[in-house]
């Protein structure tokens, strides 16, 4: 076998909500333990169509005796996502991961906001869950803002229920919490989060970052944001992934989504 690609069992597959799929699948305990805001790249074994795995990001990890589980939860958006929904128990598939570089955490700071669009509550769930089990975050230190086009894409709320007191909806059509943009409803209660106290991490559809990323422009936040790009081998070795990015003389770099993130400083990102 080669090094981090293991076949996983599924042991479920199921449709949550529409077109939102929650996979539970086995591996071998000999599996590392994914960091918050790691992904998979995940094929189907034997199967050479797709041939390229699909990066999907860890939802929630667990080790027993003598195997471990992961939960992945992800949206049928195309070819692969399509296959991926179609598998029933037991089916098999290959997990190539932990993969990427996860989110850095600050113990010191007070305050943890969570920006969440669509899927992006995914990494944000299990790094909740990661804060409050094992950095000792009380439930009351989390605000989590999850914002969706309608009320059917809002999905991961009962877990984060369990994870954080002060949850805000928004949908952009208001079947769901209040009608508006998440970041917008975010820029309402900007002033309750003082920037030297708190960590911001955010995910979701690029154009709800770079609205942030203007938003937060000329702040002092530290703001992390998990990014999605389309990936070919997920190891950071053929440049598909590759994002303009700000280095630490101003200078433009390209930097790899898969190897280099997929967890970037927010304002390092170069958005136009
Ligand atoms: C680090 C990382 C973590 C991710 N985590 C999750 C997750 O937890 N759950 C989840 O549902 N999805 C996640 N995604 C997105 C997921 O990888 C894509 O939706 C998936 O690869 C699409 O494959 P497909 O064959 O179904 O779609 P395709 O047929 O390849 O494409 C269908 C449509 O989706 C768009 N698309 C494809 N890949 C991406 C992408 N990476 N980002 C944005 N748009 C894309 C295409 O442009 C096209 O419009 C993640 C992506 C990355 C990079
Ligand atoms: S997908 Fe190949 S370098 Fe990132």
Redesign the pocket.
Known sequence: MKKNIYIGEILKNEEIQNDYFLMKVALNNSFAEPQPGQ?VMIRIAGLSE?FLG????V?SFSRGKSFCTME???????????IMAGLIKNSQVEIHGPL?TPFAIFPAKEKIVFIAGG?GV??LSLLAHHLCKNVCYDKSQMTFYLGAQTAEAIIGLDRLKKLCYDIHIYTDDGTLGGKSLVTQAFQKDIKKYQPENTVIYACGPNGMLSVLAKMLKSKKYNCQV?L????ACGTGACMGCAVAIRDNNGALAYKR?CSDG?VFNLQEVIWE
């Open positions: 992904f797709p699909r990066p999907i990001s939802y992945l939860l992800y949206r049928v958006v195309g070819r692969g996502t399509k990427g899927i995914a990494p998990s999605e790009e389309r990936m989504v997929p």
